[in-house]
């Protein structure tokens, strides 16, 4: 079905409507959308998307009567969609099978100075993580270390995904930090 055409008034009219909502909601949407994205190309496409899905609900003769609290709607969405498509992926050896955390750290039967800094990385793997606040670490340690899916931490715990993403979030930016001091050291030995 293809949109009726529109008087070329009335276009420009409607693209000087469109552009002075985005002039003036472009800073507020782009800090909200940074506020949840790491990347800074990733909130540059989501801000993208929500402008492109204004234009056309626009252009399908479907105006928006609230535009900013549609706009961060709609942005909240396509982070959502970030997120879901950014899953993590499980790590893979040369020869496609998958590791897991033993897998990463020096062997324990290395000799005694790869028991030794297995040890040290387990220790301080262990302390980064009792450092985390509890809803972050059980979160991070469910789906992390035990596998769990967000569905069935939403289904056990009641919470819904969007919080146990940003809990999980937060707990991973907190352990790169607390850990980034460990790798530090050891590069320097």
Known sequence: M?????PADNQIEQDRQL????????PRLK???????????DVEDI????FYELVAAYRLMKPVRKAGAWLFRVAQNRIHDLFRQKRTVPLDSADGDQLSLSDLLPSADGGPDAAYARGILLEELEGALAELPEEQRSVFVAHELDGRSFAEL????????????ARKRYAVLRLRTRLQEIYDEWEQE
């Open 154 to 165: 939403t289904a056990e715990t009641g919470v819904s995904i969007n919080t146990l993403l």
């Open 19 to 26: 552009a002075a909502v985005m002039d003036q909601e472009r």
């Open 47 to 50: 801000l993208q998307d929500v």
């Open 31 to 41: 800090r909200f959308i940074a506020r949840q994205v790491l990347e800074p190309g």
């Open 2 to 6: 293809r949109a009726a055409a529109i």
